[in-house]
């Protein structure tokens, strides 16, 4: 995994945005993976400033698909926690991805199962994902894929962890109306991705960043330290976040 430290989490969201945007310029109708929390925020604040250029200097999107990793079960899209409404308001509603080339998965199917099926497939049908964003949970998650015996392959439905609940609480009243499930791209759909870009900040961090780089060691205990054999993936830290590594 190639490792990239950056100063602070302004010149992390400037570098993550630059490589996304040189990607989108190469490959105009290219498929993205992304990814919520609060880490990408400011990627997508310099994305939005980048399209809003205009002219020929202006990100352009229009030919972009666009896939999320996950969605809470049971919110519904307007409630302000959910997935599709953090998209809307930090990223779509600024940008030109239209709108028939969005795909969140559906927290509110009613047959949750059967919607994990069908985003699979849409998966696949788009021919994959080219550069996958990915956010970092303080334990070592990546998309809603907690710590487990062993990590599940496809899109699926998933029960979040006591520590996820937690860390997430901060953007609920309380831990109480934190969802208990959610959809998740699995391990293998995003493994499946060309490239993948894992983002992460703050010293809150700092520890599982150095047990995902120091250990080397991949264990389902620790999601993200699969990302150790894919062929194409880097991973953006800010000092803080890159604080613990020995190196540093
Ligand atoms: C959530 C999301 C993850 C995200 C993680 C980290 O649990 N499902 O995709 O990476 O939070 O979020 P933050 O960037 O806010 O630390």
Redesign the pocket.
Known sequence: MKLLIEKDYTSLSKKGAEIIAEFVRKKPECVLGL???????GIYEELIRQHRLGGNAGLDFSKVTTFN??EYCGLEESNPQS?HYYMRENFFNHVNVRPENINIPNGNSADPHQECIRYEAALEASGGVDLQL?????NG????NEPDEHLILDTHVVG?SQE?IE??S??FVSAEQVPRA?I?MGIGSIMKAKKILL????K??ADIVRKIMEERSISPKIPASILHVHPDATILLDSESASALERN
């Open positions: 990814a919520t929390g609060s880490t990408p925020l990793l996950d997935y990915l956010g970092l949970g303080p998650h990546i998309g809603f979040l996820t860390a997430n901060r953007f959610a998740t983002v992460v900040n703050g809150g961090k």
